[in-house]
């Protein structure tokens, strides 16, 4: 489960973004019983946010981030920055010897043994400059170093500055030294280092070779990253977007007789479907009920948009109930209509699992404090003039309280901001 988030320059978002899952310290939670998980180690824990903001205002920037860091771990490719994804006020120049701008991801975790790991990056153009992991059993307890990583020293030199001064084709040598620290360092991750460095090529993360030595804790916690965490963005519609992926993983999902239920609260009618295992997400058939017992079937590509979405989505909600997952869905109740939507979340919130649910929209019927505490309701806004993204929590709002029943009025007439900019 994803306790805090924290990420700063990039995309649209240039300033640090915190985002936390952890559930209020105060009695109002107790209004909310279903709303958050409490753990053995002494924390309450969030099992669903929504995310609300305005057209391009960086909502799916957000989830992007999250697939963007989690890239690092699931490709083996060395780890730098990418000019493509820094915010476009510190990207100036693509050189590494002229631009410094750099990007940090921390991210907080608990995991099902009852421990909690705490990860840092800090990359720019030139690869990794900082990386550091820890753990701890106890909440109250200070996190113990497993390692550290910084670079020490750099040095870059261009064979052919002239000719790629206005190119994106790089031509840099570039040599660092780093400096490894940690009570459980090994002696072959440092020789790994010291021999990559010396090439010019960027390094892997250290966690990855940490983990490839048999370290338990970053075995753990890069499965948990590469595994655990969904960040599911949508860039084309999803039902067709599954449907090209076409994953074992999903086929076993839809032959669960408890994805059933899921799926049919979109339309009660639906009593049952046959999985096609070549294309599940077009060829699938649906079975439904007439209200005089007379049964029909027909093929998911031809029933309506909403249904095959969600037909898709339904995996995703699965994966969080039954399977512990974390899935950051973008947008995923923009063909739902809102009583499917709270449906969908008072399902969640309804099980108990270690699972969680975060998700954006533009659905301001979700501002409503009878279904969520102010810690589960963020805002997205975009600056009119520079154009960079700002995340921040209900709760950062003291002068709206429980007793308020509208907090859309209020989103409507830009007093919460995460409305369109003119």
């Not at 590494?96 to 608990?110: G, L, R, T, V, Y």
């Not at 109250?140 to 390692?147: A, C, V």
């Not at 649906?286 to 029933?303: P, Y």
């Not at 929209?361 to 154009?387: A, P, R, S």
Request: net charge neutral; charged share 30%; glycine share 4%.
């Amino acid at each position: 489960m994803i306790l805090n988030y924290k990420f700063e320059n990039f995309m649209s978002f240039r300033e640090n973004v915190e985002f936390s899952m952890l559930a209020p310290k105060t009695k109002v939670k107790n209004r909310f019983p279903n709303n958050y998980t409490t753990l053995d180690v002494g924390i309450d824990v969030l099992k669903t946010a929504v995310v609300v903001g305005e057209n391009a205002g960086g909502k799916s920037n957000f989830v992007r981030s999250l697939s963007y860091l989690q890239s690092f771990f699931v490709k083996t490719e060395p780890v730098k920055a990418y000019r493509g994804v820094i915010n476009t006020n510190s990207d100036q120049d693509f050189c590494p010897k002229k631009n410094k701008a750099s990007q940090s991801f921390e991210i907080e975790i608990f995991m099902e043994e009852n421990i909690l790991y705490l990860y840092r990056l800090e990359i720019d153009f030139v690869g990794i400059a900082k990386e550091a992991f820890y753990y701890k059993d106890r909440v109250k307890s200070r996190y113990k170093k497993i390692f550290s990583m910084e670079r020490d020293n750099c040095t870059i030199e261009c064979r052919e500055e002239e000719v790629c001064k206005n190119s994106h084709n790089c031509h840099a040598r570039v040599k660092v030294a780093q400096l490894l620290s940690g009570p459980e360092s090994e002696s072959k991750i440092g020789e790994s280092l010291e021999k990559s460095s010396n090439k010019e090529k960027m390094l892997g993360l250290t966690i990855i070779k940490y983990a490839l030595l048999g370290n338990e804790h970053a075995i753990a916690f890069t499965d948990w990253i590469k595994n655990d965490l969904c960040p599911k963005t949508n860039i084309i519609n999803y039902d067709i977007y599954k449907s090209m992926k076409n994953e074992e993983e999903d086929l076993q999902i839809l032959c669960d007789a408890r994805y059933l239920d899921i799926f049919r609260m979109i339309d009660y009618s639906i009593i049952d479907f046959k999985v096609d295992e070549e294309k599940p997400f077009s060829k699938t058939m649906i079975v439904r009920q007439k209200r005089d017992g007379s049964t029909f079937a027909r093929e998911l590509a031809k029933d309506s948009s909403g249904v095959r979405e969600f037909f898709a989505w339904a995996v995703q909600i699965f994966k969080v109930v039954y399977e512990n997952k974390t899935v950051f869905a973008d947008e995923m109740d923009r063909v739902l209509n809102p009583v499917l939507a709270d449906r969908v979340i008072s399902f969640i919130c309804g099980k108990k699992h270690l699972g969680q649910f975060i998700f954006t929209t533009h659905n301001v019927l979700h501002l409503d404090l009878k279904n969520y505490m102010k810690e589960q309701i963020y805002f997205i806004t975009k600056d009119i003039e520079t154009l960079e993204s700002e995340l921040y929590s209900l709760a950062d709002f003291p002068e709206i309280r429980y007793e308020t029943t509208k907090i859309y009025e209020f989103y409507m007439k830009g007093i919460l901001g995460g409305t369109a900019i003119e």
